[in-house]
């Protein structure tokens, strides 16, 4: 097998504007896509030119599948993770994996078990922008690495969008808050040692979280509630690092790094890159048997643990 064939399971905004066209730029293929509105189904399946399937465990059921991307609410990734891996598919799960570490654990049992592949889609994570942040700072650019500043947040969302929903794992910590916190284990393994949450009717809006790996601090914002951020800046003992649209360039943006010392600044754009494809390129390497996943299972349950920490001090 020199690909592979993928099912969708929800039909998410994400989905139609990030990940199904990734995968149609992609040598792999998209064979059905399933809803549990047949409605929303078909008109998925007409827009892409693929199966469209009411209900997930009817796509399950395909034989004509060997990998699905879930893209359901966050509460419910770990249900429908499992519930593929038990129908013999590869899975690729829109991030966050679970809700927690100890749900994650679960899932990548259920994984080993089974012999199959499950892999969280940090698809900003395989952008090589981040590549050359570390090679500037490993050569000494910054001299030694002192502070981590990042921040992911975007303005109010509608009412009824199902990330105010606490049932179904909503919640700026779980969505944009992602982003920040993985974005400091880029650089170090760091744990929370202080956080604050702003939360209403069980939801968090917002929050800030300090972080350390005994040597560096990493400060880290996120939330529902501000104007729109995507950021982080490494602070050395010799200048600074400052990347924006750090997390969600799309596919064109040439990336913009500025790189401070004492007597100059510098901008270097550096080229545009697919994120979404260079994420589930690597997903495929994995489950055709070129790439082991090992390394972004323990970052997935590192950020988890993470994500935990910041939970339970932030009240």
């Known amino acids: 097998m020199d690909h592979v064939r993928f099912g969708v399971i929800g039909c998410s905004s994400i989905a139609r504007r990030r990940f199904i066209p990734a995968l149609l730029r992609s040598p792999h293929r998209l064979t059905a896509v399933a809803s549990r509105s047949p409605a929303r189904a078909e008109e998925f399946g007409a827009a892409f030119g693929v199966a469209a399937v009411t209900g997930y465990e009817a796509l399950l059921r395909r034989d004509d599948i060997d990998a699905v991307y879930v893209s359901v609410p966050t509460g419910l990734h770990r249900q429908w993770t499992e519930a593929a891996l038990r129908a013999g598919k ?3 799960v829109e991030k966050p994996l679970a809700t927690s570490a100890a749900e994650g654990e679960a899932v990548f049992a ?8 499950v892999v969280e ?3 900003f994570a395989a952008h090589p922008q981040h590549t050359e942040v570390a090679t500037l700072l490993a050569d000494g650019a910054i001299g030694e690495l002192r502070v981590i500043t990042t921040a992911m947040a975007v303005p109010p969302l509608p009412a009824d969008d199902v990330r105010h929903r606490a049932d179904l794992g909503g919640g700026a910590l779980l969505d944009v808050g992602y982003y920040p916190l993985h974005a400091a284990l880029l650089f170090g393994d760091f744990s929370a040692v202080s956080a604050i949450r702003h939360s209403v009717s069980g939801v968090d809006l917002s929050g800030t979280a300090l972080l350390t790996d ?12 501000h104007a729109y951020r995507s950021f982080y800046e490494l602070w050395g003992s010799r200048g600074r690092i400052v990347l924006e649209r750090a997390f969600t360039p799309p596919e064109t943006h040439q990336p913009v790094l500025r790189l401070e010392r004492q007597d100059s600044v510098e901008l270097r754009t550096l080229p545009a890159a697919d994120q979404f494809r260079l994420a589930l390129e690597e997903f495929a390497a994995c489950v055709l048997g070129t790439a082991d996943p090992a390394a972004h299972r323990d970052r997935t349950l590192r950020g988890l643990s993470l994500i935990s920490q910041v939970r339970v001090l932030g009240g």
């Open 214 to 225: 005994g040597r560096v601090s990493a400060q880290v914002v996120y939330g529902f509630e």
């Open 121 to 123: 889609n940090r698809m």
């Open 90 to 92: 590869h899975v690729l």
């Open 110 to 117: 259920t994984a080993s078990a089974a012999g199959l592949v």
